[in-house]
């Protein structure tokens, strides 16, 4: 993936969260989410605090992490944060060793945090009165990770396995995959 590419496609992903967190009001943010032990804050804390170890981890500043009272408010420094980080162009690009062999910083972000920044809009928005529904384009990418990740999936604190409904829909089928439904 070109590195200009690798920044509009976070901007695309991040925006897409940012919806959903719009979405959510006050007293939605304290709501237990699907995942297990978390509220909607909770998963919120997770997107920004996993996405800041992994570029902090690779030596790329960020500033304070940003309060998550205003959950809006939280995300929109946060994304504002990482789009200033990819940037530059070097960010993107610079290679490493990764889980699943040689890759670089951009595009192990938009393959694991891509796929968070998808797949927690449904854990978000479950806890409204609204249900999300992802897009083919979504439900591709989600696939695709599912199938590639493996057994690595299921490791402990990532992923649990779900039975998969009897005539399930994709969406549905994805999400059991994900252990959100069965």
């Known amino acids: 993936m070109t590195v200009s590419s690798v920044a509009e496609t976070y901007d695309e992903l991040a925006e897409g969260m940012a919806a959903v967190i719009a979405s959510l009001r006050a007293e939605h943010w304290d709501r237990p989410s699907p995942c297990e032990g978390w509220t909607a ?3 919120l804390a997770h997107l920004i605090d996993s996405e800041r170890d992994y570029l902090t ?22 994304r504002a944060a990482v ?27 938009l393959q694991f945090y891509g796929f ?32 590639g990740w493996g057994e ?19 969406q549905a089928r994805v999400l059991a995959a994900l252990g959100r439904i069965g």
């Open 152 to 170: 690595a999936l299921y490791l402990d604190g990532v992923c649990k396995r779900a039975e998969i409904p009897d005539r399930a829909d994709r």
């Open 83 to 109: 789009a200033e980080l990819l940037a530059d162009g070097s960010v993107a690009a610079r290679g490493f060793d990764g889980h699943f062999g040689p890759t670089t910083v951009g595009d192990a972000l």
């Open 57 to 78: 981890g690779h030596g790329l500043p960020l500033p304070a992490r940003p309060d998550l009272d205003d959950p809006a408010a939280a995300w929109s420094a946060h």
């Open 41 to 43: 804050r909770d998963v």
């Open 116 to 147: 968070d920044l998808i797949a927690h809009r449904w854990d978000l928005a479950a806890v409204t009165e609204t249900p999300y529904r992802f897009t083919d384009r979504e439900l591709d990418t989600l696939e695709r990770s599912i199938a």
